[in-house]
């Protein structure tokens, strides 16, 4: 499986901020990228994929993807305490997808 | 999207002994995955079930300790056996819904204590 590294957490961010989760990959053939979002004993629930260089926005969501820099993020606006989560960058390669560690989202109310 | 269901949620089995987990997907998807989670750790790729073949395994995964069954396009089960205390985790499967700019989902879990 293809390396996948996130930014150390854990991270906190008060209500309504911005939290920016970032995530690089070393296989610069690798096609499709998602992120997950884990509450604690739980299984990973699917926020966005996106396969494109740019910005994809899902609602509160933006995924952005930088292709030549092997980068990929995800911004969570108005952060909610409900978004309080492990979030998984998973990156595709010959269809199987190779997980980052995780970071951990604490949003303070 | 695909909603996936696992059968049992959680066991607590004995040491030598074997657990069959069994997968369910609401649809036809193009591919399924087994995945196993070790307590605060991220996810690991174990095998791609194949329909109608043998899976392919990923490297530290054999067919003699995981084998795997996928008999349609809807369905797929994972054995763990000969267990022992090392193989206690949360085994996951997962469905992708199409090639490869397809969603991929996962099914809520199997958490395996052995003992």
């Known amino acids: 499986q293809k390396e996948v590294e996130q930014n150390s957490g854990p991270l906190s961010v008060p209500e309504g901020a911005i939290a920016s989760l970032n995530c690089t990959y070393s296989d610069r053939g690798s096609q499709s990228f998602f992120w997950y979002r884990q509450y604690s004993g739980k299984s990973p629930e699917l926020i966005m994929f996106i396969y494109s260089n740019g910005d994809k926005e899902d609602g509160r969501f933006t995924a952005q993807l930088n292709k030549a820099s092997q980068y990929v993020s995800l911004l969570i606006r108005d952060s909610q305490p409900s978004d309080s989560a492990t979030y998984l960058c998973?990156?595709?390669?010959?269809?199987?997808?190779?997980f980052g560690a995780g970071t951990t989202v604490t949003v303070r109310a | 999207s695909a909603v996936i269901s696992q059968k049992p949620s959680r066991d607590i089995c004995q040491r030598g002994t074997s657990l069959t987990i069994q997968c369910q997907v609401d649809?036809?998807?193009?591919?399924m995955f087994w995945y196993r989670q070790q307590p605060g750790q991220s996810l690991t790729l174990i095998a791609t079930a194949n329909q109608g073949s043998e899976a392919t395994y990923e490297s530290g995964f054999v067919i003699d300790k995981f084998p795997i069954s996928r008999p349609n396009l809807t369905f797929s089960t994972l054995t763990v056996s000969n267990m022992s205390p090392e193989d206690s985790s949360i085994y996951l499967c997962?469905?992708?819904?199409?090639?490869?700019?397809?969603?991929?989902?996962f099914g809520p879990g199997t958490r395996l204590t052995v003992l």
């Open positions: 997962s469905a992708r819904t199409s090639g490869s700019l397809g969603e991929q989902f």
């Open positions: 998973a990156v595709d390669g010959d269809y199987k997808l190779s």
């Open positions: 649809s036809q998807v193009t591919m």
